[in-house]
């Protein structure tokens, strides 16, 4: 079972904080280096997959460490997907990829827009990449009406 260190009342994977910690004591310039973003991130993937506290916990690296731009395009590689030059939520966009595929009509249902809002509101914060992942999603995907009309409406509260 994962050890939690909460900053700021959100609770992050205190494992990957303190080799963030580590990466920028002592030797080295003070950054988080691309050999130091590789052991994060294998830290993170010990168990074979990314929990969200754990995806939360290296976006708040990329935002609250010095991090070599090297490094720093490591990790956002692994978190973000790209599209047409803007950052969006890559756990987000896996998850309503999986709901619209397979079973069901191939559409983002409302029961289907709960899980994608409590992925991105698991901790209570929504962050302007997951808002525009949304965003992207209602606007993108093959969602009902209902489900688009309610994600938005979270948003705007």
């Known amino acids: 079972m994962a050890d939690y260190k909460t900053i700021d009342g959100v609770k992050y994977d205190k494992s990957l904080i303190e080799a963030a910690e580590k990466a920028i004591e002592g030797v080295g310039d003070g ?3 691309f050999d130091d973003a590789k052991t994060i991130w294998a830290d993170a993937m010990e168990d074979g997959k990314i929990t969200r506290v754990e995806d939360r916990t290296l976006k708040y690296i990329l935002e609250n460490y010095n ?9 956002e590689d692994k978190v973000f997907k790209t599209i047409g030059g ?6 987000l966009l896996g998850a309503a990829d999986k709901l619209t595929s397979g ?11 709960g899980v994608i809002w409590g992925l991105a509101d698991a901790d209570g914060i ?5 808002a525009r992942t949304i ?16 994600l938005l409406e979270q948003l705007d509260k």
């Not at 803007?86 to 756990?91: I, T």
């Not at 079973?103 to 827009?113: E, F, M, P, V, W």
């Not at 929504?126 to 997951?130: G, H, L, N, P």
């Not at 965003?135 to 309610?150: H, Q």
């Open 135 to 150: 965003r992207y999603i209602v606007e993108n995907y093959n969602a009902t009406d209902k489900a688009k009309n309610w």
């Open 31 to 33: 950054r988080i280096s």
């Open 67 to 75: 991090v070599t731009d090297k490094a720093k395009a490591y990790i």
């Open 126 to 130: 929504i962050t302007d990449v997951e």
């Open 86 to 91: 803007v950052q969006y939520d890559l756990s």
């Open 103 to 113: 079973q069901g009509d191939g559409r983002i249902s409302y029961d289907d827009a």
